[in-house]
């Protein structure tokens, strides 16, 4: 275990907020972290007029309560060694455990929010380990797996048993988030499906806040996750793969490579900022497709390959094959229909 709190005992709040932790702190669960961490950095130091967590409040509504102390755990000392120069300037109230998941679920208190982020194929092996059910008892667990329903989850760590009201039975409550790889950036664009029954208001505020510190946040039937799954979790290797075939052209006809990538990095961003202000895509490429132009002879190119047509495909084949993981499974690719 690496403590970040100097030396301090790790384990109590101390009636400063709740707990934050993440199981299997991988790149996605560091940029939350650091997301959360940095945001509550910008938001000023302590004043006479405090939060329940300490924190003043001067220009964002901030949920009643929001974490304070924070535990990360993972599998190696690599990890650890990695989180720990990632956070460690950011914060004090960071404790990192190493395979210890049952205790660090324990560490969070009896309000702590857990983040379940390790890789969709483990969940089964680190929900059904002993202890784990009775350490996540009360507790919110916001899952950011690809493929995972809620209903999955709840399978794996309480059978199937009908009681779905957390606060009737010693059951903790599941979210499912799905942010994407531009969290690094606070660029995500993070998917929260509704629960039912709906969250209480402060915990739908304190879910919907930590995401926001990475990026949009959406909220989506659950019956919609795996078509955002397709287009949100993988739309980024989708557009990559897109400008990385117009920068091949671009270099064909003679630009140089760093040239060429750059300016269609940046054309891609400025058109998606001008989409996110109001203008619609067809609009928008009207206005560019003057008669007779360079433009229109390219578009046509386009129509010919049957671009359109085949990006539709691209998101429409990926939520099925997420669809597919979900349900557990495997070689989703081996045949393709």
Known sequence: MTDLHNGKNSGRNEGRGMTLTVLGCG?????????????????GRPSTQQSLSGFSTPSEDLPEIVPSRFIACVTSSESAKRIEKALSTLTKDLTIFQNENVRSVHEAGEAGVVLLGCKPQKVKSILSVPGMRDALQGKLLISILAGVPVAQIEHILYGDSTEKNPDLGKRCRVVRALPNTASILRESMTVIATSTPPLPPNLDKLVTWMFTRIGQVRQVDPSHMDVCTALCGSGPAF?????????????????PRIQAQFMAAQAMKGTAAMVLSGEHPAILRDKVSTPGGCTIGGLLVLEEGRVRGTAARCVTEATVKVSKLGRGEQDVNGTRS
């Open 27 to 43: 790149t996605l669960g560091t940029c939350i972290l650091s997301g959360i961490l940095s945001s509550l950095s910008d938001l």
């Open 239 to 255: 557009f990559s793969l897109f400008m990385e075939a117009i920068t091949d052209g671009a270099v064909a006809m003679g630009l």
